[in-house]
């Protein structure tokens, strides 16, 4: 009897010590900031509006992680014309920094299907909105957990922030 509460209490050690490693593991995967350092339009076309997104991602844990993926939804004044999937992965290292590009299209005739509720909705405001929403999956090892992204700004507050090239 003794030996079966031995092992059940070695057991549920070994259950609880493990437990609090992934606990705290993903907790530290979680520990890093993002923000959207660049924006760029790459195309502007009747066929393809191509757009150029730099994340830069800034790691506050000891312990290198791997963002293997990112999914995005594009909206525009409210109205979804489009998503982004990279699964391409990127390594955020250790207490480091890394930018992570990332591409997205969207086609025009998306846009032009809802011009009247956009026109509308930039006619009230006279900004444009935009805004991205959505997750990157980090992993270290074999723990993996998901971060949600969300950035959401205007055509105004967005060019105010860009600092001019001065020559």
Do not use: C
Not at 125 to 148: E, W, Y
């Amino acid at each position: 009897m003794k030996k079966v509460l031995l092992a059940v209490a070695g057991l549920s050690v070994l259950g609880l010590g493990l437990y609090t490693y992934f606990k705290t593991q993903t907790k530290k995967l979680l520990e890093f900031d993002w923000k959207v350092s660049g924006i760029r339009v790459t195309n502007f076309s009747l066929n393809e509006l191509a757009i150029d997104i730099t994340f830069l991602f800034t790691s506050k844990a000891d312990i290198e992680a791997k963002i293997n993926r990112i999914y995005l939804d594009l909206y525009l004044q409210g109205k979804n014309v489009g998503y982004v999937s990279e699964v391409k992965p990127f390594i955020l290292p250790a207490r480091g920094s890394a930018n992570i590009p990332v591409h997205v299209s969207v086609s025009p005739q998306d846009i032009l299907r809802n011009i009247i509720d956009l026109t509308l909705g930039v006619g009230k405001q006279k900004d444009v909105m935009f805004k991205l929403k959505g997750f990157a999956n980090v992993s270290s090892g074999f723990i993996s957990t998901t971060l949600p992204i969300e950035y959401e700004t205007s055509l105004k507050q967005y060019l105010s922030s860009i600092t001019p090239i001065k020559k």
